[in-house]
């Protein structure tokens, strides 16, 4: 009886947590998106569905926006991590931790901070373009701030360590024997790496694309901080219709279809790369 | 609110409420509470498909409500201020940020204030501390700077501002402008009493410009694309923009909104960004910026602290014209102390002090007579500082000024929503 039980009171407290903190404010937030009126006379549920598509006609420029930059993001971490988690895995020795750590080093300074520190960087007349400007190498009206330039790198900085990880984890798995077998049965260098390495290291490239690509996707960080007009993304969007307009129906309704829109997205990327590299990644 | 929460002596309990409670009151099975938590669990659940309106009909405020209100109620010595940035005068005292009119102040009443510039735009502020008040909680401030044109009227319409005793307001009384009583916003100073005043209009570099901007029309000029920045305020943007269509902000319909939405809408290529309130001066001074929608004090103030000759106009078609009021949030703590700051402000010679820094239309006219005063006093670049402060239009500005600003239509909750459809999705582009 004992034993029987053991399972579900391990998964109580935790199960309990999200029961409380995820469950019940999911409930509420799915009743919001059917809710009309407004703030200071009150919402009620009114059934009404014109919530999805009214967010949808305001904001869809914002919607795919944010999709497509989380996209190109997501694309440029991966070829700039790849390489970097590559190296600490199979070439970092003795020092492996100590990369790692300078990896994660950044998180100790805040986020909004380290994104202000590139403002400092990319402003008009700042350390990067003030110098190009003067050398005449950039026209005068030349700008960064203010573009989706800069936006994007501002993410793909602050997510990178999100991709770095996992494929370092995924990489730093793999035994070094299988690539000796390669080379043993006269496989070269780029072959033994196509055929061995980067098949093994797909659970961490699913995990690091995951882990990218979802919070790229809805931050409002970024986009306030380094981007102007047309590039907002519709984190900042549901923010302020939240927190400033207290227009609960629209922001909810449009929180709901982001996620709509993740979890299809996730599910066929998964399907894509079939399911048992998911559970993989997992179990790992 | 109509009904004020009864004035409990505020002595803090010596042993823990809850506590207190648990040792003295019979102690429910747990069956009984778990039964409990899952009715509350299922009412609140049922409760929550639906937010509850906060709207309370404005009840009269009568003379007893007031009295009743401020009985019994005494000075705490602590004082929460929450302000707009640049809105005060400032001093560098050996490398430190002091605000020599707060230090007065505490020095004059023993009221320790803590002065914070949190308010960047009415609606997001307003947005943070509305659902305190809903709930009946402190918002954490005793007093606030809020804009006329929807913001302020929103707050009384729901009951959420503390009514004023005006026995407790003699200097208001006696010193503030005719023009800043009873105003139409607010009759009778019931909840409110100004801060200060001023225009929104448009500023410019006519360095970068090289040629004078006189027109709302400037902003949507191809010439300076990328050179152009607005405020991200779902306030001043949409109704400054209105006025340039030559419609009245007052008595605009939707249709008008939508006009100005697609002007807006039109004129987004052409802009740097939507800037935060205040914003504008540091955009201008880097030259990031050549022409921006501002506010009237920020410039002089820009000006007058030695930088780059920015010039700000009113528009030939209009500007806005707002008033900042002081108010006490309902539940505040120190009510009192609040109270107390708002008269000091109407002191003359505090009053000058405040114009002479921060330069918007002061409540207090005679404080003219001040700052003439002080300008007799001083020499050199402070006697020019001031002199021009007093000849300056956007300070003390004359009847014909005062005719090209405009003043705010107020919305019901209804026509708040679609304002805010039309406009946010072109401001939070």
């Known amino acids: 009886m004992r034993k029987r039980l053991a399972p579900y009171l391990l998964i109580l407290p935790g199960g309990l947590w999200l029961a409380v903190f995820f469950v019940v404010p999911m409930v509420i937030l799915i009743t919001l998106t059917l809710q009309s009126g407004n703030y200071e006379e009150g919402f009620k549920l009114t059934w009404r569905w014109a919530n999805f598509s009214d967010a949808l006609t305001l904001y869809h420029t914002q919607l795919v926006r944010s999709l497509l930059f989380a996209l190109i993001v997501t694309a440029l971490a991966l070829v700039l991590a790849y390489p970097m988690a590559y190296w600490i895995a199979f070439y970092g020795g003795a020092r492996k931790s100590s990369y790692l750590f300078l990896l994660l080093l950044p998180f100790f300074v805040s986020f909004v901070i380290r994104t202000a520190a590139w403002k400092f960087i990319l402003t008009d007349e700042g350390i990067l373009l003030g110098p190009l400007k003067h050398a005449h190498l950039l026209p005068q009206n030349f700008h960064l701030l203010a573009t989706p330039y800069a936006v994007i790198g501002g993410l793909t900085y602050n997510f990178l360590p999100f991709m770095v990880l996992p494929l370092y984890v995924a990489l730093e798995r793999i035994d070094h024997d299988l690539v000796e077998a390669a080379n043993d049965l006269y496989a070269n260098r780029a072959q033994s790496f196509r055929r061995v390495i980067l098949p093994l290291s797909v659970p961490g490239v699913f995990a690091g694309i995951l882990l990218t690509f979802v919070p790229t996707a809805a931050d409002f960080v970024n986009a306030s901080i380094l981007g102007g007009t047309n590039t907002t993304m519709i984190g900042s969007i549901i923010q302020t219709e939240y927190l400033t307009f207290n227009d609960y129906p629209i922001a909810s309704a449009l929180s709901f279809i982001v996620m709509a829109a993740l979890l299809i997205g996730v599910f066929a990327y998964a399907r894509a790369l079939g399911t048992e590299e998911v559970l993989e990644v997992s179990g790992a | ?429």
């Open chain 2, 1 to 429: 609110m109509s009904k004020r929460p009864e004035q409990k002596p505020q002595r803090p309990p010596i042993i823990d409420p809850a506590l207190l409670r648990g040792l003295t009151q019979p102690r429910l099975s747990r069956r009984a509470v778990l039964m409990g938590a899952g009715t509350a669990g299922a009412a609140a659940l049922l409760a929550a498909c639906g937010v509850q309106g906060s709207s309370k009909p404005a009840t009269s405020q009568g003379q007893d409500a007031v009295a009743k209100f401020w009985a019994g109620k005494s000075k705490a010595g602590v004082l929460d201020f929450a302000n707009w940035p640049l809105y005060i005068d400032v001093q560098k005292v050996g490398g430190k940020t002091v605000h020599p009119s707060i230090e007065a102040f505490t020095k004059q009443t023993g009221i320790k204030v803590n002065y914070k510039e949190v308010i960047q735009d009415n609606d997001s502020f307003l947005g943070r501390i509305t659902p305190s008040l809903k709930a009946g909680q402190d918002t954490g401030w005793d007093l606030m700077v809020i804009t006329n044109g929807g913001p302020l009227e929103k707050l009384i319409r729901l009951g959420y501002l503390t009514p004023l005793d005006s026995s407790k307001l003699p200097n208001f009384n006696q010193y503030a402008s005719p023009r800043f009583k009873d105003p139409s916003y607010d009759p009778g100073n019931k909840y409110s009493v100004a801060w200060q005043s001023g225009f929104t209009g448009i500023a410019y570099n006519p360095k970068l410009t090289k040629r004078p901007v006189t027109s709302f029309q400037d902003l949507l000029d191809p010439a300076f694309k990328g050179r152009i920045a607005m405020f991200g305020d779902i306030l001043d943007t949409p109704n400054l923009t209105m006025v340039g269509l030559g419609i009245n902000p007052e008595t605009s319909t939707v249709e008008d909104w939508k006009k100005a939405a697609d002007v807006l809408k039109r004129q987004r290529p052409l802009l740097r960004k939507y800037i935060d309130n205040a914003g504008e001066a540091d955009v201008l001074s880097s030259g990031e910026v050549w022409v921006s929608m501002a506010y009237s004090g920020d410039i002089f103030q820009l000006n007058s602290s030695g930088a780059p000759g920015i010039k700000f106009v009113i528009p030939k078609e209009g500007a806005m014209l707002w008033t900042d009021n002081m108010c006490i949030p309902l539940h505040a703590k120190h009510p009192v102390d609040a109270i107390t700051y708002m008269d000091y402000v109407y002191v003359p010679k505090v009053a000058a002090t405040l114009a002479e820094n921060i330069d918007y239309i002061t409540p207090v006219p005679g404080d003219k007579q001040m700052i003439q005063q002080d300008a007799a006093k001083a020499s050199g670049e402070d006697k020019a500082s001031l002199e021009g402060l007093l000849s300056s239009p956007l300070v003390f500005p004359t009847e014909a000024d005062l005719s090209k600003g405009h003043r705010y239509r107020i919305l019901t909750p209804q026509e708040q929503t679609t304002w805010n459809r039309i406009f946010q999705p072109i401001l939070q582009s």
